[in-house]
């Protein structure tokens, strides 16, 4: 079974969430099964910097005066290998996949990432040494594989699965993009790529796939429903008997706390009590109160409405009068950020910000912090709370997708069967965050516990393998349906 494995993020080379870390964990960990699967991705400056890279001599003709060269590396800290589309008018440019170095959208993505999906469909069909049985996409980013697939050989027998990382990002465009394009208008209607007048992308992946899975089982079932579905819930709800739903891991050679680089005390289960100098590291760092028993409640993230950051700065002030230090690192909606310098201004003893992405950082705030929040309006999986268990840093999360998938609530029942892992409320209002959160320092006080529910989180099975399993499995299932 041979995969071409499509992605517009990969860690360490390009990554702006959890899509870059998947990307770079799951097909090395499937090619540690012995699968043979390589990655395609867009040849942005780092990718184009990597010391092995050499020419295929394959060259992509992606549109009349538009030519890639193709080009292969291995992806670092792996064996993986990457198939790089060196087009400098597309991806040689600084700032992130999406965004300008002043966090504007490109205002080329629709072709970008049209093109990245062509590149894919022409090297599978006539490019590579190596023909895959399966493409498997990632996200909107990749949704028109199928569709360009289809105009250049309608015949193909090449199978697609579409992976949904995120629903809420779609790639949405303009019908006059089919014309330019040259897709197909046979497929642009209600039941193919149409979306209330123009080109969805997500929704061409959909309709191509011959198989579909999302990052967690409950957010397979969250988005057959309007709350969840961002307009998409119809067409899910019909494709359920081919979806399957699969919880991320997280890779343990980069966040392990006893292994970690990052971090200046190293530690683990049998000597849980080192942890306490990361904290104080961190608090000294930012100039805060220095003492190991102030409880410290980390956020990490991508600081947009989907994170509910809003529903903790409703309520900061009561969190930091419970006695707790708050720290953040993100970066993102000025609203959000603004709202955060000014927490921190009228706190700086109390309150921690980076307004950054700062890989470092966010090793030593996992390794550092007590509790970790994730109040998201929605998360597809999530991995910061993966992280955090792996770290000792409980994790204190709403109900919804991945997060409800792996983290057990501190109840007295699971407290008992000793399957407690961290702390869950279940809707999207501020005091029902604060509640959580008085009920986590509650036990945060009872150090025993404390240390026994951190036990359990850090031994918790987290690891890549028995997901990588898992998509192998549905890769099976894609190649059996005809
Ligand atoms: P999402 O993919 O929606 O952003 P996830 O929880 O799945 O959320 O993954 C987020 C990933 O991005 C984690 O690896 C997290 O550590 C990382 N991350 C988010 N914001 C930052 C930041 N400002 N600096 C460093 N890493 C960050």
Redesign the pocket.
């Known amino acids: 079974m041979r995969v071409l494995f499509v992605t517009p993020e990969i860690y360490p080379l390009m ?8 990307c770079h964990s799951l097909p090395t960990a499937m090619r540690a099964i012995g699968l043979d699967v390589r990655v395609l991705i867009p040849g942005y400056p780092r990718v184009l910097a990597l010391p092995d890279i050499q020419s295929t001599g394959i060259q992509l003709t992606l549109e009349k005066h538009l030519v890639a060269d193709i080009l292969t590396a291995l992806l670092p800290d792996s064996n993986v290998p990457l198939y790089i589309i060196d087009c400098p008018d597309l991806y040689r440019r600084a700032g992130t996949a999406y965004h300008d170095t002043d966090g504007n959208e490109w205002p080329d993505n629709a072709l970008r990432f049209a093109y990245l999906s062509k590149a894919a469909a022409l090297l599978a069909l006539n490019g590579l040494d190596f023909v895959p049985d399966i493409i498997h996409c990632n996200d909107w980013t990749t949704g028109l594989v199928g569709a360009f697939l289809y105009q250049l050989q309608p015949t193909h027998s090449i199978k697609l699965m579409m992976s949904i ?2 629903l809420a990002h779609q790639g949405l465009y303009p019908s006059a993009l089919i014309e330019e394009l040259d897709l197909s208008w046979t497929h642009f209607t209600i039941e193919g790529y149409e979306y209330n007048g123009l080109l969805s992308f997500m929704k061409a992946g959909l309709f191509y796939a011959d198989w579909i899975t999302t990052v967690s089982p409950t957010y397979a079932k969250e988005i057959c429903t309007e709350r969840y579905g961002h307009g998409l819930q119809g067409v899910l709800q019909q494709k359920t008997a081919i979806t399957t739903g699969i919880l ?1 891991g997280i890779d343990l050679n980069v966040w392990n706390p006893e292994i970690d680089p990052h971090i200046k005390q190293n530690y683990n289960t049998f000597n849980l009590n080192k942890k306490q100098r990361n904290k104080k590291i961190l608090q000294k760092q930012w100039s805060m109160t220095v003492d190991e028993n102030i409880p410290m409640l980390a956020v ?3 600081l947009v409405h ?2 509910g950051l809003d529903l903790i700065l409703d309520i900061a002030a009561d969190i930091l009068h419970e006695g707790a230090q708050l720290v953040f ?3 993102g909606e000025a609203e959000l950020e603004q709202r955060l310098r000014q927490l921190q201004k009228q706190h700086p003893k109390s309150v921690g910000l ?1 307004l ?4 470092a ?2 090793h030593q705030i ?1 390794a550092g912090a007590d509790i970790f929040l ?1 109040p998201s309006r929605f ?7 993966l ?1 955090s268990m792996h770290y000792g840093t409980l994790p204190l999360v709403r109900k919804t997708g991945g997060l409800a998938d792996s983290v057990i609530d501190t109840t007295p029942a699971h407290l008992n069967d000793k399957t407690a892992t961290g702390f869950v409320f279940a809707e999207e209002d501020p005091q029902q965050l604060l509640h959580c959160i008085q009920r986590a320092l509650l036990v945060y006080r009872d150090k025993k516990t404390w240390r026994k529910i951190q036990k359990t989180a850090m031994d918790k099975e987290v690891s890549w393998e028995n997901s990588a399993e898992q998509y192998i499995q549905c890769y099976r299932q894609c190649l059996a349906e005809e």
């Open positions: 990554k702006i969430g959890g899509l870059g870390d998947v990382h995120n991320n990490i993230s991508r989907q994170k690192l993100g970066i980076t950054a992405h700062d890989e950082l966010a996992e994730m998360e597809p999986c999530g991995l910061n709370q992280y």
